[in-house]
Structure formats: C-alpha cells, structure tokens
C-alpha cells in the first residue's frame, strides 16, 4: 500500500525557514519522481517543485532561490527545504507521485505552512 506521509508545517514569520518532509513507503521510491505541491485557500493546487529518480530537478518560478527541493532515497524521504518565506508561501503542502507506467497517482494528507507575523 503506498504511503506518503507529510511534516513539519507551521506557522513561521516573514522570512523564516521551514523543512517540509514527505516519508513514503510501498513502493520502490527510488525510482520514481517525486514532487511538492500546494494550495492556497480558494486557488488551484499548483507544482512547487519535482525531483527525478536521477535527482533531475524543476521549480516554479515563484520560489527559484528560496526553495530547495531534496530526496534521501535510503530514507524513502523527499524534502523541502524552504527560506526567505513570504506570507503568499501560506498553503497546504502535499506530497505526490505518479506511477508512470500504470498512470496511479499517490498524494499524501498534506501538511499547512502558514507565514504571518
């Protein structure tokens, strides 16, 4: 059964740092590319960052610099290591893969990461 098990949101102050972790299990991890998404309350779930089994990676534009995106892959974890954090960074952040070979799509429960002072 797969699993992906999100972490360490919280509430953070304008230009604070958080690091989001996604465990996974259930499947062969390191084969797989991984991705952060989020949502920001009444907007459309948006690609933060992805991560390829190569460690190939792609950001959204919004958070090039700030963003660092990271994979473990004898921990079956990928992270997210975010800084300079902006009150528009305010968002449930979510795990997610994609079997490519069967089209499944796996998203974990996700994890809010509010920035306020």
């Known amino acids: 059964q797969v699993q992906l098990v999100e972490s360490g949101g919280d509430l953070v102050q304008p230009g604070g740092s958080l690091r989001l972790s996604c465990a996974a299990s259930?499947?062969?991890?390191?084969?797989?590319?991984m991705d952060w998404y989020r949502q920001a309350q009444g907007k459309q779930r948006e690609l933060v960052a992805t991560?390829?089994?190569?460690?190939?990676?792609k950001y959204v534009a919004s958070v090039k610099g700030r963003f660092t995106i990271s994979r473990d892959n004898a921990k079956n974890t990928v992270y997210l290591q975010m800084n300079s954090l902006k009150p528009e960074d305010t968002a449930v952040y979510y795990c997610?893969?994609?079997?490519?070979?069967?089209?499944?799509?796996?998203w974990g429960q996700g994890t809010q990461v509010t920035v306020s002072s």
């Open positions: 997610h893969t994609k079997f490519t070979t069967s089209g499944a799509d796996y």
């Open positions: 259930g499947f062969l991890f390191r084969i797989y590319p």
């Open positions: 991560i390829t089994s190569s460690s190939s990676i």
